[in-house]
Nanobody, 117 residues
Framework: QVQLVESGGGLVQPGGSLRLSCAVS????????MAWYRQAPGKQRDLVAA???????NYGDSVKGRFTISRDSAKNTVYLQMSSLKPEDTAVYYC???????????WGQGTQVTVSS
């Protein structure tokens, strides 16, 4: 069973940085696209960043140039490095893994990121 556990959220001032981590229970990066989504109160869950088994990445327009997704296969961990944070980045951030063959999605429990002075 694939389990995803996020960590690293918290309160940060505007302009600050934060790194989120997603620990994955199995070595799945070769057949899973890993992604980060976020959901603010009253809004839909939106894609923030994704990385494919072939190392292609894509980002939501609002975070391009500020956020970076990466993964460490030895640690079974996916990261989201967030810089130049803005109040509008405030949301619950979710780690997602999608099996590229079955299209099955797995989700973490989410971690709160609050950007405020």
């Amino acid at each position: 069973q694939v389990q995803l556990v996020e960590s690293g959220g918290g309160l940060v001032q505007p302009g600050g940085s934060l790194r989120l981590s997603c620990a994955v229970s199995l070595n799945i990066f070769s057949i899973f696209t890993m992604a980060w989504y976020r959901q603010a109160p009253g809004k839909q869950r939106d894609l923030v960043a994704a990385i494919t088994p072939g190392d292609s990445t894509n980002y939501g327009d609002s975070v391009k140039g500020r956020f970076t997704i990466s993964r460490d296969s030895a640690k079974n961990t996916v990261y989201l490095q967030m810089s130049s944070l803005k109040p509008e980045d405030t949301a619950v951030y979710y780690c997602n893994g999608r099996n590229i063959f079955t299209r099955t999605d797995y989700w973490g429990q989410g971690t709160q990121v609050t950007v405020s002075s």
